[in-house]
Nanobody, 125 residues
Framework: QAQLVESGGGLVQAGGSLRLSCAAS????????MGWFRQAPGKEYEFVSS????????YYGDSVKGRVTISRDNAKNTLYLQMNNLKPEDTAVYYC??????????????????WGQGTQVTVSS
């Protein structure tokens, strides 16, 4: 019964940076693979990034490769997404998600059992 709360979203100019955070409750955070997804208005969910339980394996969606970095601090039960060189097409609600598995190589939202409420990211031209 993981509970996730995202923060760090906001309004930025194109080319700017943001760092999103996801605070997780419970005692099993360190054993779960974690991921970030996003959804723009009228669009389907899109995979952004994922990270294995220990942080040694990371994966990125094609649209954000080279511009974002996922990380986690298991001692703080917190997941991060550093986003640089933001583009208007990055505008979306960003969701933190947790899996019941320690590793999730497949970029599918069905692999994640728990979701946060989302945080809005808006990038202006």
């Amino acid at each position: 019964q993981a509970q996730l709360v995202e923060s760090g979203g906001g309004l930025v100019q194109a080319g700017g940076s943001l760092r999103l955070s996801c605070a997780a409750s419970g005692r099993t955070f360190s054993s779960r693979a974690m991921g970030w997804f996003r959804q723009a208005p009228g669009k389907e969910y899109e995979f952004v990034s994922s990270i294995s339980w220990g942080g040694s394996s990371t994966y990125y969606g094609d649209s954000v490769k080279g511009r974002v970095t996922i990380s986690r601090d298991n001692a703080k039960n917190t997941l991060y997404l550093q986003m640089n060189n933001l583009k208007p097409e990055d505008t979306a609600v960003y969701y933190c998600a947790a899996s019941d598995l320690p590793t999730v190589p497949e970029p599918r939202r069905e692999m994640y059992a728990y979701w946060g409420q989302g945080t809005q990211v808006t990038v202006s031209s």
